[in-house]
């Protein structure tokens, strides 16, 4: 990097086919913690407003899936005690009722969903206040538990669909689930639009059937349950309307927001894909390997240029390589730079006498 006080140009360094052998022998460890800032993409592909660096959200690492048995419990005990409770308080609510037991899930149902036709009111202080309980407590479940349940269940119909796809073409198992990792969320966006659309035409076909509105009304129903307006003005007024309700209103709602969640993802993703484009598209200039030479020695190494550029994709951050290296300097116990099994076990060691 420098002769006699002057500073030279990087790229004369690559030139030298022994640079990289001799690199700053009396170096013994590399310091990546000072790494310089990549700087970030400024520029705007032509095709696109915004290029963002968030990183992918499609990825599955450390992705749990959840229990079922958990979320049944957890779903059954919130629908069980909002049942009783206000089938106890049943007298206190005005409104169209059927039966007692079915109205009190339904109205159970119609508040945690946030849909609130107005169908059936509370109309005491105890009634407003349990309501309010139970309209918080069912937003959470809904957020927290149900939602990620929905997100499994649809990942798990992804294969099936990248093979309906790919019926007529002759792929392996092995490249369905390419397919399937590389366009996971567009796969899920579209398996979600087929349910969101077979619940809206079983929605608008049971309320023109069942509950007698005229087709525009039972349509204009549906689009109001499922955005969770709930005019109030069309609703589910039978004992069967309602039965059917309890379970048609609960998936269609979480439906349609797993739909919008999946486009935004998808946005996202067609963003990072563009700017990783634009990155590696790019050419490289003495900026660069300046940014990109994190022990100063006038040459940049493979790993280096591939942290410079992973930075640059908004992959990972200057905290990332931090935390990383910090792992990297506790385990790496004779100060060597390099580690091997009796660092590891030298470490570990040292952690349990702690």
Not at 107 to 119: K, S, W
Not at 152 to 162: F, T, W
Not at 300 to 311: Q, S
Request: proline share 3%; aromatic share 8%; hydrophobic share 45%.
């Amino acid at each position: 990097m420098a002769s006699n006080g002057v500073r030279e140009p990087l790229l004369s360094a690559s030139l030298e086919p022994t640079a990289q052998k001799n690199k700053k022998e009396g170096l013994n460890r590399r310091r990546y913690r000072r790494c310089k800032s990549a700087p970030l993409a400024e520029f705007v592909p032509p095709e696109k407003d915004v290029i963002s660096s968030t990183p992918n959200s499609g990825s599955n690492v450390g992705k749990e899936h959840p229990s079922f048995k958990k979320v049944a419990i957890f779903f059954a005990v919130y629908l069980g005690i909002g049942a009783v409770c206000f089938y106890l308080v049943r007298n206190q609510i005005e409104g169209k009722k059927t039966d007692g037991i079915l109205d009190a899930v339904y109205f159970c149902i119609v508040t945690m969903t946030t849909v609130g036709y107005g169908d059936l009111v509370p109309d005491s202080a105890l009634t407003k206040l349990l309501a309010c309980a139970f309209v918080f407590t069912g937003m959470a479940l809904i957020g927290l538990v149900l939602s990620k349940a929905a997100d499994y269940l649809v990942e798990k119909q992804e294969i099936s669909l990248v093979k309906a796809f790919n019926m007529r073409k002759k792929v392996g198992p092995n490249d369905i689930l390419k397919e399937a990792e590389t366009n996971r969320v567009k796969y899920k966006c579209i398996t979600v639009f087929v349910l969101l659309m077979v619940l809206i035409v079983a929605g608008t076909t049971f309320l023109a059937t069942v509950e007698k509105l005229e087709l525009v009304d039972a349509f204009y129903c549906v689009c109001a349950t499922i955005t969770t307006l709930g005019y109030g003005d069309k609703s589910f007024s039978t004992k069967a309307g309602r039965a059917f309700a309890v379970v048609w209103i609960l998936t269609s709602t979480i439906t349609l927001a797993q739909f919008f969640l999946y486009l935004a993802e998808l946005n996202t993703e067609r963003r990072q894909r563009a700017l990783v484009k634009w990155v590696l598209a790019r050419k490289v200039t003495n900026v660069d390997l300046e940014a990109a030479d994190l022990d100063d020695d006038g040459v940049v190494d493979a790993a280096e240029f591939i942290l410079y550029k992973l930075k640059e994709m908004g992959k990972i951050t200057e905290e990332d390589i931090s935390l990383v290296m910090e792992e990297f300097e506790d385990l790496d116990v004779d100060q060597s730079g390099t580690l091997s099994v009796s660092d590891i076990m030298l470490a570990q060691s040292s952690r349990r006498e702690r």
